[in-house]
């Protein structure tokens, strides 16, 4: 007979190692996608991806705001500008409201490339989730939208507001 925490403990555990095994297979995925688009120069590293993001996310966004959602440090944040802006994938502008700081946004060929990347990212995952019977996919939709509100909550961020790397299907 198990103790009345032990089940869900259980479930908690295996959901756990459930999304960790899809967040793995979904990196390794993502890291095809963003390979396969490189008939242009493209960024090298899933790190500079990742700050296209959070660009994509929010036009306009303040760089030191861009080296707290990345965990960075400011210089390494700036190398990566360095290097997406030396290929035209982003711009730096100086903030309308201090000439100290600097804001950034995607030029429309980083847009571009990021929408490719999207757009063979979604494929892959539209092939999965419809050979997937309708209650499951059901399940995975709530539960999905469940987790992202978790972690919004766990990062500070509005409920509303995408987590880089999320954007609306069109």
């Not at 991806?49 to 966004?61: C, K, S, T």
């Not at 063979?120 to 989730?129: F, K």
């Amino acid at each position: 007979m198990t103790a009345p925490d032990a089940v869900p403990s259980r479930i908690w555990q295996e959901a756990t190692h459930s999304a960790s095994s899809v967040v793995e297979l979904l990196d390794v995925m993502w890291d095809h996608a963003r390979n396969a688009t490189k008939g242009m120069t493209a960024p090298g590293s899933t790190s500079q991806l990742r700050l296209m993001y959070v660009v994509d996310g929010e036009d306009g966004i303040r760089m030191r705001t861009v080296c707290h959602r990345l965990a960075s440090a400011a210089p390494t944040v700036t190398r990566m500008c360095d290097r997406l802006q030396a290929i035209g994938f982003l711009e730096r502008i100086p903030s309308p409201d201090s000439g100290r700081e600097i804001t950034l946004r995607l030029t429309p060929t980083g847009k571009e490339h990021l929408q490719r990347i999207r757009e063979q990212r979604d494929t892959m995952l539209h092939r999965a989730i419809d050979s997937m019977p309708p209650t499951e996919r059901r399940a995975l939709a709530q539960g999905l939208a469940g987790l992202q509100t978790q972690l919004n909550s766990a990062h500070g961020e509005e409920p509303e507001h995408h987590v880089p790397g999320s954007h609306s299907a069109a």
